[in-house]
């Protein structure tokens, strides 16, 4: 798996209206975030000691997932990415309210949709509220589907720690 450097480097490209993460001369990452979302619109910005450092929270907070080298990089390379994004408002009416439980940032958690629950990723605490990456599409209650690596920004009171059994790799 790739791992942060000093030679990674955010940039917003016009053309593709994303914000994309160079990696190598032969490798980027194109994030989900168009200019209207963005706060800042960077051009060759490296990467920081911070985001590294929350590279490997969020490396380390993925790593119960079944998930494959490839995959676990696109989701912290999502997470990371979300730092450039613009605060929204909290779409908390989207999932069902769930017992009090304290979270923090890098821990998944899963809320609850529609048809059932939708793991997620803290990135951000915020008071009462926190940003969420979604790991998985999902139906808010309303119907509406929310794509995979989805920034939310939620009220506390719809995040549940995720109990060791679900969406976890089993380990012998």
């Known amino acids: 798996m790739l791992t942060p450097s000093e030679r990674w480097s955010w940039t917003y490209c016009a053309q593709r209206d994303r914000l994309l993460l160079d990696i190598s001369e032969q490798l980027q990452f194109c994030s989900e975030l168009s200019a209207a979302q963005l706060t800042e619109k960077p051009q060759a910005k490296p990467l920081s000691m911070a985001e590294a450092q ?8 993925l790593q119960p997932l079944n998930l494959t080298d490839a995959g676990l990089l696109e989701l912290c390379l999502h997470a990371l990415a979300a730092g450039f994004a613009q605060q929204a408002g909290h779409k908390s009416w989207y999932f069902a309210e769930q017992a009090a439980a304290a979270v923090a940032e890098y821990q998944l958690v899963q809320l609850v949709g ?30 509406k589907l929310l794509k995979r690596c989805s920034i939310l920004r939620l009220l506390s009171n719809r995040l ?8 976890f790799a089993q380990s012998a």
Not at 54 to 61: E, I, P, V
Not at 160 to 167: D, E, H, K, L, M
């Open 54 to 61: 929350a590279f490997w929270n969020f490396r380390d907070s």
């Open 160 to 167: 549940a720690p995720v109990r060791p059994s679900q969406y």
């Open 114 to 143: 529609m048809h059932g629950p939708i793991p997620a990723l803290v990135l951000q605490r915020d008071g009462d509220c926190a940003s969420c990456l979604l790991l998985t599409e999902g139906y808010s209650l309303s119907g």
